[in-house]
Every structure is written in C-alpha cells, then in structure tokens.
C-alpha cells in the first residue's frame, strides 16, 4: 500500500511539473499541430480515407506512458481540427489499473465520423473506455479498420517497453483556440 501511495504521488508531482500554461496563440502552435499530422500521414498512408471523409480529428504527436506494479497512466496534448482546420487544443490523461511495469511513449489519433461525433469531443467531457480499442498502426492496417460508435483511433509506438495485462480508460478535454 505504501509503494502504491509513492506511486500515485510521483504521477501527480509529474502531472504538475509536466503540464504547460496557455497565456494566449502561440504561432509555433501551429507548426507543431501540422508537423504531428504529418507524422500520422508519412507513418501510416493507410489512414488517408479517413483524414479525406473524417469531420474532425484530435491528433497526440507524443503521448507518454508508465506504470509500476498495479498502477500506470499516460499523459500528452495535442491539437485538434475540424473540416481539416486547425481549432483547438487538447490534453489526453489516460488511467490503468491491473499488472504492468515499464514505460513508453506512443502518437495516438482520433478520428470523428460525424459533426454530432466531433461535437460530443468538444464539449470537453470526452471519454474511452476499456472497450474502445486503438488500432496499432501497421502496414495495410487502415485497409480493414473502421469507426466504432462515431470514433476511430490509431496508434503508432515510438519508444520504449511496456508489459501490461491493465482494464483503464482515457479521458480528453478540449480548449477552442
């Protein structure tokens, strides 16, 4: 109980250190948003029918994850677009409870079929639970994928290792630039 105690500490201790102010646009913002879409379109050209039909999409260019013992979680920002135009920004907290050891960090995308589905992320309150599945982009993966309940997600690792046999849930907020 201590060890988890320390555990839960640190992943708050870090959430404050790591977590950045907004005092207004910052153009450098906007380079940053494009260069993570890039990232998705250079990594993983299979995702193009759903960036050309999507409403709306939320793009993570670095997400990071750990966890010790029974307790991990993820954090990262990223940007969100609407009809393919730059709209807002975004934060992803993730929470996972089960065994798992190891760290890693990840880019994740999430597409919105529709406006009631983009909507719905914007009002702030967005969540995926443990039965929302991340594709883990591979080669010929988007040929096969596709929405589930108004949503798409893809994943593509970057670094590191993670074992994990963890049930948990992400949540995201939203800010309107």
């Known amino acids: 109980m201590k060890m988890m105690r320390i555990?839960?500490?640190a992943f708050m201790l870090?959430?404050?250190v790591v977590q950045s102010a907004f005092a207004g646009w910052d153009p450098r913002e906007e380079d940053n948003a494009r260069q993570g879409v890039e990232y998705f379109r250079k990594n993983a050209p299979g995702l193009d029918r759903f960036f050309?039909?999507?409403y709306g999409y939320a793009v993570f260019s670095e997400v990071y994850k750990g966890g010790v013992i029974l307790l991990g979680g993820a954090r990262g920002s990223g940007y969100v677009y609407e009809l393919n135009t730059l709209v807002g920004r975004s934060s992803?907290?993730?929470?996972n409870v089960g065994p798992q050891l190891g760290a890693q960090s990840f880019a994740e995308i999430v597409f919105f079929k529709s406006k009631d589905d983009f909507d719905n992320f914007?009002?702030?309150?967005f969540e995926l639970n443990a039965q929302?599945?991340?594709v883990l982009v591979t080669t010929g993966m988007a040929t096969n994928s596709d929405y589930s309940n108004g949503v798409a997600i893809f994943v593509i690792p970057r670094a590191g290792v993670m074992a994990e046999a963890t049930v948990g849930g992400q949540k995201f907020s939203y800010k309107p630039l």
Do not use: F, I, S
């Open 7 to 9: 555990v839960v500490l």
């Open 52 to 54: 050309e039909h999507a």
């Open 14 to 16: 870090a959430g404050m």
């Open 122 to 125: 914007r009002k702030g309150n």
């Open 92 to 95: 992803l907290t993730q929470v």
């Open 132 to 134: 929302a599945t991340a």
